[in-house]
């Protein structure tokens, strides 16, 4: 049997295979993929469960209450409690995720060598090239096509025009998009390429089994070896998977939190936590533009990523998008009566706060405090956001920032707010969906969770495939470097060198 459902498994449960993989996402179903495909016995095994796109909620409050971890309601500990978003269902974030591809920048690979000579040999850039382009001939990764993007993705190419910031239609991972807009609960028509129906459909065509809603409480290790790990299924069951391999891919958060309740502290585990936070702003124009519809996100401006800002257009339902507008009482309701007109863009900023992830009470806990730097980088990435949309023609526009402006339609507001703004985090409306580095690799142990090959450092058969071992944050959209880095990852566990097609 491929597929076992967790829901369904109420007596303890015992399975024996090469390699076990911890979360389902875009890092643990490329894992599977790879380590499948070169003959290994794979076992994945995911907290969430598997999910139909008939299954996939028309409301947004629904699908945070069924596909996304705490209901999309994990935040951050610190001056500003950030929201943290994640998936938790087969596909991991990918299925809800916004279908946004970059390529690992060179700039980043370059900054991570630099800093690492070893990492040149272990993920050698060429072999990141060759594996990234399977990737995307896999997920049919394009630019979003004009027909399907809509109104609000239209506007930005404009107002990156007229700013004279370079900007393009995001490349994305879906076949046949027809510009619904509901990335961020699932696709309803299945035009997404999420790995759940790619990566991991191969890896289970190459004999892998996947065991849906288990979550896994503990890494067995025994004399300095990984052999294995334990959890408990939905339905009660126990649930132990012996393996002479185990791969981590359960998120930069979960991964550290997993080493750290299995008692392996070693090195800076759950340390170095990074993100890209997200601010955005609302703006209204004269004509309708129904951000709920056309491509999720399409279009995206890159001229200022050398500053660490990327900017994105956003894509949700109308309860989100009313509850982004500002106001009470009659003022907000005749917002929301307007809620066409009305639509948001967000930025992604490279922060360069570190964080840290913690157990308590078996539950991971994320510190986090943005620097001074960053703040002021949301005050610039709101600024520019700002300008774009006055210059594709808004009325006005909204910065959600408490202390700012409510509204305005004057560029020097938006001067002032970046200038003279609010300095700390509390006063922006931000989420974090991009995170990386906590079992970071290097070649030292004191920097690093694991050695450049995706061991860890302390125990022997036991690897990490996703973003924690990122060095640093990459200020793009991270599914795909993580696809490729733990598709590298497989190759080492399954015993061959990383440039072994
Ligand atoms: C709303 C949203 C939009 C995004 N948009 C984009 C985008 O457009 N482009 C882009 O590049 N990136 C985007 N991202 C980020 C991207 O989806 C993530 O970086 C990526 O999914 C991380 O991959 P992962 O495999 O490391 O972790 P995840 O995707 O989080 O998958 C980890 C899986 O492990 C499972 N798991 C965790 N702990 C356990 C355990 N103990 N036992 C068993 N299973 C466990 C989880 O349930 C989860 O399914 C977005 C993220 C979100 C939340
Ligand atoms: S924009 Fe709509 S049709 Fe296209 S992939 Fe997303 S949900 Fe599916």
Not at 351 to 363: F, K, L, Q, S, T
Request: net charge positive; with cysteine; glycine share 12%.
């Amino acid at each position: 049997m491929r597929r076992i459902d967790g829901r369904a498994v109420t007596l303890p449960l015992d399975l024996r295979c090469d390699v076990v993989i911890v979360g389902s996402g875009p890092a643990g179903a490329a894992a599977a993929r790879e380590a499948a495909r070169r003959g290994a016995d794979v076992v994945v095994v995911e907290a969430g469960r598997f999910f139909e796109p008939s299954d996939f909620p028309p409301s947004a409050f629904d699908a945070m209450a069924s596909m996304y971890r705490d209901l999309s309601a994990s935040v951050v500990i610190g001056p500003a409690p950030l929201p943290y978003v994640q998936g938790r269902m087969v596909g991991g974030s990918s299925p809800i995720n916004g279908a946004i591809c970059w390529r690992l920048p060179r700039d980043v690979h370059a900054a991570w060598v630099a800093a690492d000579g070893a990492l040149a040999e272990a993920l050698p850039w060429s072999t990141l090239e060759a594996v990234t382009d399977d990737l995307e001939a896999r997920l049919g990764v394009a630019p979003t096509d004009g027909a399907v993007a809509g109104p609000k993705n239209r506007l930005m190419a404009i107002g990156a025009e007229a700013l004279g910031l370079a900007h393009r239609p995001i490349r994305r991972n879906v076949v046949g998009c027809e510009g619904l807009g509901r990335c961020l609960q699932g696709c309803p028509k299945g035009r997404k390429a999420s790995v759940d129906v790619t990566l991991l459909a191969d890896a289970e065509a190459a004999g892998a089994r996947v065991l849906s809603s288990v979550e896994v409480r503990v890494v067995e290790h025994h004399r300095g070896r990984a052999v294995g790990v334990r959890g408990r299924a939905d339905g009660g069951g126990d649930v132990t998977v012996t393996a002479d391999r185990v791969i981590l891919a359960a998120s930069a958060v979960q991964t550290p939190a997993l080493l750290i309740s299995s008692g392996l502290r070693q090195g800076p585990v759950g340390h170095n936590f990074q993100c890209h936070p997200g601010v955005s702003m609302a703006g209204r124009f004269p004509q309708p533009v129904r951000m709920w519809e056309g491509a999720t996100q399409g279009h995206e401006v890159i001229g200022l990523r050398h500053e660490g800002l990327k900017f994105e257009t956003l894509g949700f339902g109308p309860a989100i998008l009313a509850a982004r507008l500002p106001g009470a009482g009659r003022a907000l309701a005749a917002r929301v009566a307007d809620l066409d007109h009305h639509l948001d863009w967000g930025v992604a900023v490279k922060a360069e706060a570190r964080g840290r992830v913690r157990v308590w009470r078996g539950r991971p806990i994320v510190t986090y405090r943005p620097t001074r730097g960053d703040v002021a980088r949301f005050r610039r990435g709101l600024r520019v956001l700002g300008e774009m949309m006055l210059a594709a023609g808004a009325d006005h526009v909204l910065p959600g920032v408490r202390g700012g402006p409510v509204q305005t339609d004057r560029p020097a507001d938006l001067r002032a707010l970046e200038r003279d703004g609010p300095r700390s985090a509390r006063a922006f409306t931000a989420a974090i969906t991009h995170m990386f580095g906590t079992c970071a690799m290097a070649s030292d142990p004191r920097r690093g969770v694991v050695r450049p090959d995706f061991r860890h450092h302390a125990v022997d058969g036991l690897y990490v495939a996703d973003s924690s071992v990122f060095p640093t944050n990459t200020g793009v959209n991270p599914q795909i470097p993580i696809m490729a880095l733990a598709t590298l990852c497989a190759r080492r566990a399954t015993g061959s060198a990383p440039e072994t097609p």
